[in-house]
């Protein structure tokens, strides 16, 4: 037994052995023994518990299962165009998004989005100050550079440039640092990579 929960143990054990240490709690209503480390692997494991089926998390809550920044108290679900999810009893409150799954080529599981769509869908729809720390974590610990970043950009803008998007990249860009790769800051979002390439 990895995972530990209420429904599993009983909601009195399950408080009994959180007083005790015995567990430590990683989720709401999902714990690991106090012996073993949250990685990631396990980590995107535990989230993928909560996702309600035909949804996908993404955004904050998946950028901390790839472990790039601080659990949220939103789990922000991708969902396919006009479906709606349940969230029965869930620990987290749900926002759902209607834009299709993310493919997922990872090795992650297919309910957590891979980390890049993660991270842009955090500047898309949480704070830009609790995304851009999500981000800075995912460049410093070279889980992921901004070169990726900026493909997920140039795919999500290329039908149309999503609001709020430009400018969150925008400030992406001066924190971090413009790589070689990135067009101006204001038009990383304008058009995608390749027109901006082939304009120049």
Not at 123 to 133: E, F, I, K, P, Q
């Amino acid at each position: 037994m990895l995972i530990v929960t209420p429904e599993a143990v009983g909601r009195v054990a399950y408080g009994r052995m959180a007083r005790d240490g015995v567990i430590r709690s990683v989720l709401p209503g999902r714990a690991l023994p106090a012996d073993v480390i949250d990685a990631p692997p396990l980590r995107r494991t535990l989230l993928a518990t909560l996702v309600p089926c035909g949804a996908q998390a993404t955004g904050l809550a998946a950028a901390w299962a790839h472990g790039c920044g601080a659990l949220p108290t939103v789990l922000q679900v991708r969902t396919a165009a006009g479906r709606r999810v349940r969230s029965a009893r869930l620990p987290l409150a749900l926002e759902q998004h209607a834009v299709g799954l993310a493919h997922v080529d990872d090795g992650s599981p297919a309910r957590i989005a891979p980390l890049e769509v993660a991270l842009v869908d955090a500047l898309r729809w949480s704070g830009t100050a609790d995304a851009l720390t999500a981000v800075r974590a995912a460049v410093a610990s070279g889980a992921t550079s901004l070169a990726r970043l900026e493909a997920v950009v140039d795919e999500t803008c290329r039908v149309r440039v999503p609001e709020g998007l430009s400018a969150a990249w925008s400030d992406v860009v001066r924190a971090i640092g413009a790589a070689p790769s990135l067009g101006g800051a204001d038009a990383a979002c304008a058009a995608p990579k390749a027109a901006r390439e082939s304009a120049a």
